[in-house]
């Protein structure tokens, strides 16, 4: 005897329409067995058999659906892109064994040689590199422009443009771009919007209603939330996100079910751990703006902020990232990172435990000092990941790197 839901494998789209991202974080995408579990189950093969060698051939041959080889067909990979795809509002995700991975395979897939990229300089250091590195040796061209500067973009811009490429917030000064208006300005140019949502995840921004044609994560920071795995995805509508999947099934930078089943896991939490990180995050930007060793503060709920009231606009929140410049140079910003005791001193962002780290010379340490000029990174600045600990007790551990400062 059954009864109307046991038959049911999966939760189906239609029953999800409408709902919020903070249900469809917990429940779009899950995949079901025969066993009906209630958690997300998880799929470690490498392959998958047939009933025969017709239906093997039907698979390969596209002629069927169905799993084919964890490369590219995983049931654990697909329930976690079909949730992410959900949350952000996008046709379809497909995901990549990093967050690099997710730009190296969007940039592969889209672009060739001859064509030109618009890239903001506050950027991730390593999406620098390969712009401007590697991208470069394939033939295709990248121009580093101010992310809130629309009249550098403007004049940026060529025949042979074809890619719009923004972070934002920027990584680490959290400046805000006018997603809308790049958005605008691609189309006129027929050429896409990629934007990097690492920081903000689609509880704080979805940059696809804005009018951007692709979202990228680093699925290794917030989704994850507590730094277990590495990974990446891609977000968009189906016309590009086939030709990505094409890459990555060829080229074979792709997601364990491992990691995809631990990142399924961390996005049914997300909302709840992105307010509380936006939360701190605010209220230990204050306080920093309050400290005499304190130059600037970098954060876009701060009314001190120039892109404040835009990030009010486009953002429902303001996130948990916070950078600030101490008065002085390199020894004085070491010495304060190495007078905490508690926050976790690691390059590492999006963790629930607080992690600090000195830009110059970690996540942007391979950038010449002409590109760290250009992208504000001074030897002066610190970048704070806030995570969920007590307010009080990061206050105190921070306090040991002031009081470092005045002996």
């Not at 422009?145 to 025949?159: G, I, K, M, Q, Y």
Request: proline letters at 4%; glycine letters at 8%.
């Amino acid at each position: 005897m059954t009864h109307g839901r046991e038959e049911h494998l999966w939760i189906p789209e239609s029953d999800l329409e409408g709902m919020s991202v903070d249900t469809l974080a917990v429940r779009a995408g899950q995949i079901r067995t025969g066993q009906l579990e209630h958690s997300d189950a998880i799929f470690p093969t490498s392959s998958f058999v047939y009933g025969s060698a017709a239906q093997a051939a039907a698979r390969f041959g596209g002629e069927e659906p169905g799993n084919i080889y964890s490369r590219f067909t995983n049931p654990t990979v697909q329930a976690f892109e079909a949730r992410i795809a959900a949350m952000e509002g996008g046709e379809r995700a497909v995901a990549t064994a990093s967050g690099m991975a997710a730009i190296l395979s969007t940039c592969m897939a889209l672009l060739k040689s001859g064509d030109h990229v618009i890239c903001s300089r506050g950027v991730f250091g390593t999406t620098n590199v390969l712009f401007q590195k590697y991208m470069a040796r394939f033939g295709v061209q990248t121009t580093f422009v101010s992310l809130t500067n629309a009249d550098e973009w403007r004049s940026a811009v060529r025949p042979e443009t074809t890619m719009l490429f923004i972070e934002t917030p920027s990584n680490p000064l959290c400046e805000v771009a006018d997603v809308a208006a790049l958005s605008a300005m691609a189309h006129e140019n027929e050429a896409l919007l990629v934007v990097d949502n690492c920081f903000c995840t689609p509880i704080l921004q979805r940059p696809l209603e804005l009018g951007a044609d692709l979202v990228i994560h680093s699925a290794t920071k917030y989704l994850d939330g507590q730094g277990r795995c590495v990974g990446g995805v891609v977000v968009g509508p189906e016309k590009y996100l086939n030709e990505i999947y094409g890459f990555i099934r060829s080229a074979g930078p792709s997601m364990s079910p491992f990691n995809a089943w631990v990142f399924q896991k961390g996005l049914e939490t997300l909302p709840i751990r992105m307010r509380a990180h936006c939360d701190n995050a605010l209220e230990l930007a204050k306080w920093l703006e309050s400290q005499p060793s304190v130059e600037t503060v970098y954060y876009a709920g701060l009314e001190s902020h120039p892109q404040h009231e835009l990030a009010k606009t486009q953002q429902s929140g303001f996130g948990g990232m916070v950078s600030f410049a101490l008065k002085g140079g390199r020894e004085q910003a070491w010495r304060f990172i190495d007078s905490t005791r508690m926050i976790s001193i690691t390059a590492n962002l999006g963790d629930v435990k607080t992690t600090i780290t000195h830009p110059a010379t970690t996540t942007h340490g391979r950038l010449s000092p002409e590109d760290k000029a250009r992208a504000g990174i001074t030897e002066n600045l610190i970048r704070l990941s806030v995570g969920i600990e007590a307010i009080d007790d990061l206050k105190t551990d921070l306090e040991r790197g002031f009081q470092a400062l005045k002996d």
